[in-house]
């Protein structure tokens, strides 16, 4: 076989042959193209499992009866609110979402197109302001004006789905009742159907398997290609679209790919998913000085509002590493805080085999709840098998220490006399915690409270 070699001067290039120099293209071309699809490949995961695990269809709505555990399997999830979620294709047309007034719980969350972008927020924080609005998505190619009495919303993709996180006034179990009711009120449907002959049917996912990750293996790519077939080619991507051209990716392409080319997408993938872990642990800024705790969205990101699109580039390694470990993203500013660690006080990396304790300090300065929640390192999703995944400020069962503070403790088993601060972990198997405070008060979004979280200890 030939042999093409290259030199310059007296220094020679390395030599490859034909079929190796096509290989290292095919390998270097699948690492970016999966940095730069994994908005699109999360939004397929989360839409496979709402077909697959829930038996949905489009316009179907997928609520949680209970708070989320281990077996709702996507990014970051929390574990204490009553989620709703649901896809429309707006392929034939636009789609009407009617959000009720949100009086007996608040409703946080956003519409989104298939780049995981909010294309609007709504409930409390959102357009209608908790008055209960009728959204209409509207398609791409869509030319009409909208009817008046709807909140027009110009979706730039044609797949669209919607993360809504309703939360009760309190967890009596009055409360949680008027939060699903609330759920059972909002429907989904075809512009041209009217609202009296069309209910959305309600699928409740509770205690059910969903398994929502991205696939991290060859069949990333069978993902990719589905996205890539079926949504708009936006102009940014026209040269991404080249490289995504020469991995049989692309319009008009059928997805075929040979056992030597899967290989190598399987070690490219591998590859792509631990430069997104390691992107993840380190995303964003720290929030209170000399601790370990970071906000996970970059200033940089913040203002793009959240497009990952700045004056003078796409911030594809940001969106990556923001789209491997979350989803549903809200508008900024965002009204919760939401900090996580990788790291216990020393600087060491969580291990799922040791035992720590968080202190949360008394008087957490929040109008509504706070949580503590683990997740897996290699997945942000919540730790397989776990009894116990998260635990919130609503618990009755939390002990508080004399002067008002909580010690919650993370381990493979409950530590003696401290079952019900426990979060369960998993030997081998590292993890990072998010703490989330939702409505904060003003000063702490500011980052001018006096209120600062402390570092997790090692302690066993």
């Known amino acids: 076989m030939s042999m093409t070699t290259f030199s310059r001067g007296s220094q020679r290039a390395s030599h490859f042959t034909p079929a190796e120099m096509q290989a290292r293209m095919l390998h ?14 999360n939004f397929d995961a989360m839409r496979q499992a709402y077909f697959r695990d829930a038996g949905a269809e489009y316009n179907d709505i997928l609520y949680w009866s209970k708070p989320s555990d281990w077996k709702y399997q996507t990014a970051t999830p929390n574990n204490s609110t009553n989620y709703i979620m649901f896809f429309v294709n707006l392929k034939d047309g636009p789609i009407v979402v009617d959000i009720p007034a949100t009086k007996e719980a608040s409703l946080l969350g956003s519409l989104v197109d298939s780049w995981n972008f909010a ?3 709504v409930g409390d924080a959102g357009q209608d302001n908790g008055q209960g609005g009728r959204y209409l998505l509207i398609p791409p190619d869509h030319r009409a004006q909208p009817a008046p009495g709807y909140i027009a919303i110009h979706s730039t993709t044609y797949n669209v789905y919607s993360l809504l996180r309703v939360i009760p006034r309190t967890h009596n179990p009055l409360d949680l009742a008027k939060a699903l009711d609330y759920v059972k009120k909002i429907q989904v449907h075809p512009l041209w159907q009217t609202e009296s002959s069309h209910h959305s049917e309600l699928i409740d996912m509770a205690g059910k398997r969903f398994e929502a990750i991205a696939p991290y293996d060859a069949s990333f790519y069978a993902s990719l290609a589905r996205m890539v077939a079926e949504e708009p080619v936006k102009t940014r991507d026209i040269t991404m679209m080249g490289e995504l051209h020469s991995l049989g990716i692309g319009k008009g392409l059928t997805y075929r790919p040979d056992v030597r080319t899967l290989e190598i997408f399987e070690r490219a993938i591998a590859e792509a998913h631990a430069y997104m872990v390691e992107g993840w642990r380190h995303a964003g800024f720290e929030w209170w000085p000399n601790r370990k705790w970071r906000f996970p969205v970059g200033e940089d990101v913040i203002k793009t509002g959240g497009t990952f699109i700045a004056d003078e580039r796409v911030l594809l390694d940001e969106r990556a590493f923001n789209f491997f470990g979350a989803f549903g993203m809200s508008r900024y500013p965002q009204p919760n805080l939401y900090v996580m660690t990788f790291e216990d006080s020393r600087g060491e990396l969580l291990n799922g085999g040791s035992t720590y304790r968080l202190r949360v300090p008394a008087d957490v300065p929040t109008k509504q709840f706070w949580s503590v929640v683990a997740y897996d390192t ?7 098998e776990a009894p116990v995944v998260g635990l919130d400020s609503y618990n009755p069962k939390l002990e508080h220490n004399p002067d008002g503070s909580v010690d919650f403790y993370f381990a493979p088993q409950p530590p003696r006399g401290h079952a019900s601060n426990w979060i369960s972990t998993m030997h081998g198997r590292q993890f990072f915690v998010v703490f ?9 979004l500011e980052r001018t ?3 600062t979280l402390n570092d997790i200890e090692l302690v066993g």
Do not use: C, H, Q
């Open 28 to 41: 270097r071309r699948a690492v970016e193209a999966a940095l730069w699809g994994m908005p699109l490949v």
């Open 119 to 121: 294309l609007a927020d």
């Open 378 to 384: 290699e997945t942000a999703a919540f730790i397989r």
């Open 436 to 444: 989330r405070n939702y409505a904060p008060e003003k000063t702490v």
């Open 449 to 451: 409270s006096a209120w």
